[in-house]
């Protein structure tokens, strides 16, 4: 298979070394790993910063006066700083540690939504987003009685700019939740503009950036910003460690999302004081292991560079966008003119999960089924669909080994 990939400075063979999963094969074929957007694979810089420290310097953190645990606190801490800057967040205390991004949008849904949110204000999301951008919002509105309106998306699969305006025309909505990169889609959304216009009506605005902040520089300050949320494990770091930012103002205003050791400023019988942010938001045993895994992730695609990254990637996507637009029968889904790479696609008679399992058999890793956007897909007219998205890992090869394999799926099914 061909690593070739024309883009200056950008060593796809040593990356793709870094990654010892890639090297194996699956049903005697080489893998090809199309499945990114979902969860990406893990560097050996990440999987040996975990090893260590287990294996060197494993303790609690905050709260052991010993050597072990001192110095783990101040490589949790230390990555704390990292996220900080990564985003470029105003300060470390706007930087909170969760399990993933679903966890940091159902803190918000519950800390701000229930404290900051009266009965009758209202929420707007759009037609794209992912479930975990949806159904704790429903469930605010069904708990506390605030309203959920739906911006619709073009056929592009862009923001519609007059339904936004529309869902905003009476004063009432407080909080614009919407996708920064549609995983189904790869649309990008214009957060930017998106921050003003919300700010603009009195609202604040959370961007889940799950999937963009994987492939562009994300500057939280630049977009304005009041909650942007998203999850290690799509950013080559390990499962079960997500980040919510938030402005200090706004986490000040916020009561805890769960009680517990750690988020406490006292404790009596009687009442409780609470930490001030971020660790009024992070009750209990931290995942330790889990956050230095994604400090170690962090570094690692500093070190590549988002120019490089972000140069690669678009190669990557025109490509997958030119070859599988001439295999007939098969529909590109979207066609928003800011796009990344994530492409999904349905095939004339062949299901997408019969596609993925074909696939799989020439080693091929695509993802099928509704992308946890089950409302998206009826937007898009459609029951399901096959996926394939891209990370800094993927080759210009494996592109067309994926066209390939979809003509011998088109040639089963004829």
């Known amino acids: ?5 024309q883009t200056d400075g950008f060593d796809i063979a040593s990356i793709r070394a870094d990654f010892p999963i890639l090297a194996q094969k699956i049903y005697g074929k080489d893998l090809v790993f199309l499945d990114s957007a979902a969860s990406a694979q893990k560097p050996r810089a990440v999987i040996e910063a975990m090893t260590h420290v287990m294996q060197a310097q494993y303790a609690n953190v905050h709260r052991g006066l010993y050597f072990l645990s001192e110095r783990t606190s101040d490589a949790y801490e230390g990555v704390r700083d990292k996220v900080a800057a990564f985003l470029h967040a105003a300060s470390r205390e706007e930087i909170v540690f969760t399990r993933n991004a679903t966890e940091s949008i159902n803190l918000v849904a519950h800390s701000f939504g229930r404290a900051l949110l009266r009965p009758g204000d209202a929420i707007v999301v759009s ?29 592009a699969g862009e923001i519609d700019w007059d339904s936004l305006a529309a869902c905003f025309a009476d004063g009432r909505v407080k909080l614009l939740a919407v996708t920064h990169m549609s995983n189904v889609l790869g649309s990008y959304t214009p957060a930017s503009r998106l921050a ?42 390990p499962t079960g460690i997500g980040v919510l930012y938030a402005k200090r103002d706004i986490l000040e205003a916020m009561p805890p999302f769960m009680g517990g050791g750690d988020m406490i400023g006292s404790v009596s019988f009687a009442r409780s004081t609470w930490a001030k942010p971020p660790h009024r938001f992070e009750a209990g045993t931290p995942a330790i292991i889990e956050t230095i895994g994604l400090g170690a992730a962090i570094d690692y695609i500093e070190a590549i560079g988002f120019p490089a990254i972000s140069a690669h990637e678009q190669i990557l996507t025109d490509h997958a966008l030119k070859i599988l637009s001439e295999i007939d029968g098969l ?40 992308h946890c956007a089950e409302p998206l897909m009826g937007r898009l007219g459609v029951t399901s669909t096959a996926r394939a998205s891209f990370g800094v890992y993927t080759t210009l090869g494996e592109i067309d080994a994926l066209a390939v394999g979809l003509r011998r799926v088109q040639q089963m099914f004829s």
Do not use: C
């Open 331 to 370: 529909r590109l889904l979207g066609a928003a003119q800011d796009r990344g790479g994530v492409v999904s696609f349905t095939l004339d008679q062949a299901h997408a999960h019969d596609i993925a399992t074909l696939l799989d058999r020439q080693g091929i890793a695509v993802r099928a089924g509704m």
């Open 1 to 5: 298979m061909s690593l070739a990939l």
């Open 196 to 237: 003003a216009f919300a700010h603009q009506h009195g609202a604040r605005i959370l961007l889940d950036g799950s999937q963009a902040v994987v492939h562009r520089r994300v500057d939280v300050q630049a977009i304005d910003a009041d909650f942007y949320v998203f999850s290690g494990h799509k950013l080559y770091g």
């Open 127 to 155: 037609e794209m987003e992912h479930h975990a951008n949806l159904v704790p919002w429903q469930m605010l509105r069904d708990a506390h009685g605030v309203e959920l309106r739906v911006a619709k998306i073009t056929d």
